[in-house]
């Protein structure tokens, strides 16, 4: 009887164990920099999302991490949206044999360039394939006039208003927004915080 009941008081604690070392899954948003803080050279583009992403614990690519990464769990993109294509993920480091990349915050691993994937320097990423920018805290992140210019006002200001990024330079962002056809400047980023959205769809 005794030994019936520390087989049960073991195996308890066993499954307790086991539980509790399982990752979670984190649920995501659509933008995910709160989980990584890190904004690295640029990001990696998973082109199919329905592909499998094989990561590496090191910059030769031979010792596997996982041959099948679950979004959410084992890597957490930057923006994510699949049913859209857009699964995006902070690039830390490149050359032609791999691209080191952020998986969660402080936690990196190794993915090979194959033609699965599409590599943006943060400057053509801003330029080309943001749509629109939504700040985070108008407030504390006004729109200016200039690079640390003067503060202004612009009414009617819509987060999904269709926009054209007509100049970057480092952190601040020249924006031209079309929808209301107004241009002023943004900073978007500080050090590696986003202080805007980005949005890439029409």
Not at 54 to 64: F, Q, R, T
Not at 66 to 85: F, H, V
Not at 124 to 141: G, H, Y
Request: glycine share 2%; with cysteine; net charge positive.
């Amino acid at each position: 009887m005794k030994k019936a009941k520390l087989f049960s008081i073991i195996f308890f604690l066993f499954q307790v164990i086991h539980c509790n070392a399982q990752k979670k899954e984190t649920r995501l948003e659509y933008q995910n920099d709160n989980l990584i803080k890190e904004l690295g050279i640029g990001l990696v583009q998973l082109v199919n999302p329905n592909e499998k992403i094989a990561l590496y614990n090191d910059s030769s690519c031979k010792i596997i991490k996982t041959n099948q990464a679950k979004i959410g769990k084992d890597i957490i993109p930057i923006l994510n949206k699949p049913d859209y294509g857009i699964q995006f993920f902070v690039c830390l480091e490149k050359n032609s044999k791999y691209y080191k990349i952020a998986i969660s915050n402080g936690k990196y691993a190794y993915i090979k360039p194959t033609p699965k994937y599409l590599y943006y320097d943060w400057y053509d990423f801003l330029k080309n394939q943001v749509t629109s920018i939504e700040n985070k805290n108008i407030r504390l992140n006004p729109l200016f006039d200039k690079v640390n210019g003067k503060a202004i006002n612009i009414k009617n200001l819509q987060p999904d208003d269709e926009i054209e990024v007509i100049e970057i330079k480092d952190d601040w962002l020249n924006i031209k927004n079309t929808t209301l056809n107004k241009e002023y400047w943004i900073k978007w980023r500080e050090k590696n915080n986003l202080l805007v959205y980005l949005n890439l769809l029409m």
